[in-house]
């Protein structure tokens, strides 16, 4: 089938009506969308297809090499993932994950990650560097400084990210770089718009990378399994953040296995087994039985995992109920948890400003260790703001005081590791309690541990290697949450997204595509009606007209309900000042209906 619109753009027909459905109904077509990370969309080439399969084993094979020769110090090689927004995130969780299988097998790391905006980009959504190929270039470089060779993997789920682009574009003119694309549309829908400061598009550098990974003895690759739209359109912290999990998993475990590294979970997220809350969680068992898994091996367990995950969708849809319930009623969303699990929560939330407006402290997470569960190279970021003091001793002094029975306080664990029993009863004395854990799990299925909140628990057979398929459970878990609750909440219409901030070139284009579709208007109109959103006028003079995007995005960017001020404005029937009045008549009122409304009469 061509496709003339980019697929991570459009609209995913199962979850057309999920504005309107129970939570159950919820769980049930975000299920029905997940199965397509390995089923595939429509004709295109899926994760388990012959050409998907041979281009995974082929870069699994060379990293092997790349990694031996490091391990046995004849080199000093690097692999790098590098990505935006989630991308970035996910490139963090995997390399923390395969450096903790390394140090397990008492080897050096090798895995490095990179986020455009930096590592403060890994607890808030910071959108505007990702438009930067010139940053990209500069990060790559100072990351690989002193390497003989690097691996880059260069993730980019609409293969849209200029920063990642620019990175793609310096690595594949460099005789000592190995360079893989990673994103989720087919090459010929890459993005195409001009980039400012730029002479290339994201598609022309992506097209070449396509035409080098077909040469003879290539050292690039490009890994596109398209996975169809996503459940809420355009929202790619869900199944790309997902399948690039799997994808990066199954390719350099393979990688590691090839290399004689034992691909053991024994490891309790790199902590040493001396540590009293490491200490008490069960031994992880193998991914599967063969010495060296193959990339499709791996990601036949990232399959199995999926079924499991989804299994209790009573329990799920119990605890969208009760999130959404809190968030409707004005109150907070906490994500509780040690180590990995608190990390997962932490990159779930951290998209919540910028795709549903929430507040800067409605949705949080938390985390035991703090910035010390990181293992980031710039170390503790507490002191950049009251966003990053994330720690469980935080949220006692910060969080804890302030917490009614209006909060939904969700504890997020992989096997029976949880936070200290005295935060707990602090927190139980003032709110319910709800809970969530993935792995070797021996609490009861249906009860929390005070016993009056919701508890989904998801046994696996195997947490995984550097707990990847727990780290997948639970990736599955608490994006269906944050997204079910900020569908309760009223933040979402049909399936599109309506109070996303417009912080960068695609997420202006992306909330362009919504205006225009939820009012009918064309595409230029719809983007006027964001710019005049921005700067609150109801006409553009000349001056305004003559500004580049990328000044209107700046001003845009701290700005609350642009998409929703610019719905009404392409309707015609506000102006700027009656549909900011709509807007901040009562912070309470439903989005949805308010725009239901508008566009229906």
Known sequence: MAEKERV?????????GISEASPAGMVRILRQSDAMLFAGWHDHVAVSDPEMVQAMTALAASAAALIKATLSGDQRNLVVFSGCGTSGRMAWLCARSLNTVLRASGKSPCFRFLISGGEQSLVISNELPEDDPAAGVADLKAAAQGYDNVLLVGITCGLSAPYVAGQVDFAMQQPSYTTVVMGFNPVALA????????????????????????????????????????????????KGGSITQVLLHSVFLSALGACGVCVDGDTVDGQDTADPVAAHKPKRSRVDDPPHPSPTHVVNQFAA????AYAPVRALAGLISVAGASLKKGGHLYYLGVDTAGLLGLVDISEMVDTYGCRLDEVRAFVSQGWGAFHNYEGDLSSNGPLFRLGLAEFAADALPSLTEKDCVIEVAIGDACIPQELLEKVAAKTVVHHVSVGDVRRPASRSRDGRGVSASIS??????????????????????????????????????INLT??????????????????????????????????????????????????????????????????????????????????SSDEEISLRKLIQQAVEE
Not at 466 to 491: H, P, Q, R, V, Y
């Open 191 to 238: 993005r195409n718009k001009q980039v400012e400061g730029w002479d290339k598009t994201a598609r022309q550098v992506f097209v070449e990378a396509e035409r080098q990974s077909r040469l003879a003895d290539t050292t690039t690759f490009v890994l596109n399994p398209v996975v169809g739209p996503e459940a809420i359109t355009g929202s790619s912290r869900m």
């Open 502 to 583: 417009v912080s960068n070139n695609k997420l202006l284009h992306r909330s362009a595509d919504i205006v225009a579709s939820l009012t009918g208007c064309d595409a230029a109109v719809a983007k006027e009606c964001l710019i005049k959103a921005a700067h609150g006028v109801d006409a553009l003079d000349a001056k305004l007209q003559a500004k580049p995007l990328s000044y209107h995005i700046e001003v845009a960017t701290p700005k609350r309900f642009i998409v929703p001020k610019a719905v009404l404005l392409a309707t015609g029937k506000y102006t700027w000042a009656q549909a900011a009045a709509a807007l």
């Open 460 to 497: 696996l057979g195997s947490c995984g290697p550097g707990d990847a398929l727990a780290m997948f459970a639970l990736k599955l878990i608490l994006n269906g949450i944050s997204t079910g609750a900020n569908i309760l909440k009223g933040s979402v219409v049909g399936n599109s997204m």
């Open 8 to 16: 991570t753009e459009k609209c995913l027909e199962q979850s057309g």
């Open 305 to 308: 995992t999926y079924h499991q």
